[in-house]
């Protein structure tokens, strides 16, 4: 190493960024898979923290918005992205049919979850404090319940769609559910990325939603060896 | 102030004089006493403020808690008449509200219970689990009634509600009176303690005033005490009464002057005592030596007197033999004659002046004061010596002013002595003049005789008037003169109250004079 040129450096560098850049693929993955990312295109929108005057013993003195993180490389969490139209013969890994949503220190966590049609969420409330959660869907029926702490309200959802839950009483407060139509949903992780498994090799149009910036597609190739790398940008509006 | 002596203030008084410590040392420890006096009192109202100020803080707190209690107790009011509004209405709205009352009520009893003192706790506790069931509670009713099952939310409302809202009702009120029993406390306590503060400042007021006053009195008496002493005792010195000795219990300078004082009195008496036994001694002597010089003064004039007689006929059959009343004079006789009458004069004179000296030392001469006129004297003085002078070839003027009136004292001797002091000039002066005048100046004739002769050396004028003194001896033998006369002079211008003087330049001449006063009294001045 005493002889570390910088142009040896750069070289191990790029090297090291090769093998991060290009994980290696699931053996005995029988078909096709898309490892993609969502970022976004345009400068990060600068985070303004919401000032809270109520309740603060329990919900502090402010709060991030949550509606649009962004991870230093410019992945975007908390993003939806789902095959337009899924192959008919192929059946995906089935989503859990019961999940839960918190509502912690007065925001709800996680954030956005995932349910197939006809799947239920179980609504909690860690807050000792009232909480009253409030939506207004158009396929499913709309609900609008008060939330001791402790009580745990279950609520099915049988179309699909993307449901946007409140609360009456922290206006601050937005969580998402979405109800799956099939089997190839998947959202991001705080770096951006996402994967769907088990797709035939073809043709495909991913459809990406994120709670700010809307819904946008994206036509991707599917082989039924390698994963299908994809980044996906979003543009800022 | 000695009766303050004889008080209890005179114990620590010598005490503090006996302390073996400087005087600088002394005050600096009477000042620091009082500093340290202040710095205490400073130091106790600190701490009673400090007391004050966190108690103050206390009952501040728990006002603002008996004000968040009834925020407690109005949340619970506002929540059953929102209920009952809701019930009524049936609206979200008024259902919200409820909510919103409830979350309030939560929020405040959490502020309460962070501020709360320990002895609280339990009862917040309780007031807690009641609100978690009235939480429950406001749900269900909500639900119900968004629900519209009304008749549930009655229930709920009747049999739940209002039960739990009377029990945090009667728990805030325990808090409240719990606080306002703190409160009160609070207050008595403040109060406790202001006044206690009060007369400690009191106390420490007094306390520093007579410390101050008790060492101030203490520590200046100690000094003033050794002071009055030493003046009492320096004036005991100062009239003259040595030996004495002086006691003071002071340890510090003042002890050490003290010691010195003592030590200079004893010297002052032992001098005292010497100088005394010297002085005995010299009075008994000079009592002894008065006596041989009056006797020696008698036996002189007695002896003149008695040498004057033979000398006389002495003179006298000289005379009758020079003027040839026995007869032609042979030639060869008459010279031998003459020196007779000459040298007979000559001793005549000079016992004349022997005579006069030991008649004033022997305080037997008396003036013969009467009216005598100056211009008289110059006048038989300038005719006596007229012919000396034109023997020597000198000039010689004798004038007095015109304006003396007729003065008083004995003319005889005022005559001697300007004779004197003009034969001296005479024989002193080789060429040139001699000069006599006489003025009157305010009740005073001053007689002046000048001369340009041989003049007298500086270190002799001082002694020109002592008996027995010419110049220098060789003077004696070429001028001849007995010594005596300017003593004789001096002692007779004495005698009038006048005095002497000369002033002279060797080589150039001499000036003497004497004044005395117009009209001398003849005493014994």
Known sequence: ?237 | MMALLASPLGAPVRAVARIRASVHVKLLAGFLLITLLFIAITAVSLRTVTETARQTNLLDQAHVRVGWSRLIEHALAMQMHFTSMALLAQSEDSVSLILRENNRFNDTLARLETTAPPEERALIQAIRGAQDDAMATVADIANALRDRRTADAMTALRTRQEPIYQKIESLVGSLVAAEEKRMASLRASIEAAQGRSLSQMAGFAVAVVAVALIAGFVISWSFILPVRGFHGFLSQVAEGRFGGSIAVPNRDEFGELAERMNWMSGELRRLDDEQRVAAATLRGLNDRLELASRAKSEFLANMSHELRTPLNAILGFTEIMLDELYGEVPPNLREPLVDIQTNGRHLLRLINDVLDLSKIEAGRLELGVEEYSVQEIVDVVHTSLKSLAIEKGLAFNASAAPDIPPARGDGRRIMQCLMNLAGNALKFTHHGRVEIDVRLDGGWLTYRVSDTGIGIPKEEVENIFAEFRQVDTTITREYGGTGLGLSITKRLVELHGGRIGVESEIGKGSRFFFTVPLHADGGHA
């Open chain 1, 1 to 237: 190493m005493r002889t570390l040129t910088p142009w040896r450096a750069l070289l191990l560098g790029l090297c090291a960024i090769a093998l991060v850049g290009t994980p290696a693929a699931p053996r005995g993955a029988a078909a096709g898979t898309i490892k993609g990312t969502v970022v976004l295109k345009g400068a990060t929108p600068e985070i303004k923290k919401l000032a809270v005057t109520i309740d603060q013993y329990v919900c502090g003195k402010e709060e991030n918005p949550e509606d649009l993180v962004v991870s230093p490389q410019g992945g975007i969490r908390s993003a939806v992205v789902w095959l337009d139209k899924p192959p008919a013969a192929a059946s995906g890994e089935a989503l859990p049919s019961t999940t839960s949503m918190d509502q912690k220190e007065c925001m709800f966590a996680p954030r956005l979850v995932v349910v197939p049609a006809g799947g239920k969420i179980d609504f909690l409330n860690s807050d000792r404090l009232l909480h009253n959660l409030h939506a207004t869907p158009t396929a499913n029926p709309p609900f609008n319940r008060t939330q001791p702490k402790g009580r745990t309200i279950t609520i099915s959802f049988s179309h699909p769609e993307i449901i946007r839950v409140t609360c009456d009483l922290h206006s601050w407060m937005r969580g998402w559910v979405v109800v799956a139509e099939h089997p190839f949903y998947a959202f991001t992780n705080g770096a951006g990325e996402f994967e769907l498994r088990g797709l035939p090799a073809g043709r495909y149009t991913l459809k990406i939603w994120q709670e700010r910036l809307g819904t946008i597609a994206r036509d991707v190739v599917v082989g039924d060896q390698e994963p299908t790398a994809v980044t996906v940008e979003m543009p800022a509006r």
